[in-house]
């Protein structure tokens, strides 16, 4: 029989053993955390969207009273306007 090619094989099937191993090993000892991290992300998203909520109607009331208070006013007494009632706010 051919020696070598008897060596090789035997060594394919180490490696692969080796390696099937390796990945069991790996596997049995990975620590899934992302749980924690996913629910960090869930409370971040949830305070950017409310933020962003709170912002838009802010906008909508300091608008909406710079333009009763200031109906007839040109666009640049309008743009002073909304910028005093944002500074009130």
Same mark, same amino acid.
């Given at each position: 029989?051919?020696?070598?090619?008897?060596?090789?094989?035997?060594?394919?099937?180490?490696?692969?053993?080796?390696?099937?191993?390796?990945?069991?090993?790996?596997?049995?000892?990975?620590?899934?955390?992302?749980?924690? =991290?996913?629910?960090?992300?869930? +409370? $971040?998203?949830? *305070?950017?969207?409310? !933020? %962003?909520?709170?912002?838009?109607?802010?906008?909508?009331?300091?608008?909406?009273?710079?333009?009763?208070?200031? =109906?007839?006013?040109?666009?640049? +007494? $309008?743009?002073? *306007?909304?910028?005093? !009632? %944002?500074?009130?706010?």
């Amino acid at each position: 029989m051919n020696k070598k090619s008897q060596i090789a094989t035997v060594l394919l099937v180490v490696i692969a053993m080796v390696l099937a191993l390796s990945a069991l090993y790996v596997m049995v000892t990975f620590k899934d955390n992302s749980g924690s =991290q996913s629910k960090d992300l869930s +409370q $971040l998203t949830f *305070e950017v969207q409310l !933020n %962003s909520a709170y912002v838009k109607e802010q906008l909508k009331l300091i608008f909406n009273e710079s333009l009763r208070v200031c =109906q007839l006013c040109s666009a640049q +007494q $309008l743009k002073e *306007e909304i910028i005093k !009632n %944002s500074n009130i706010r």
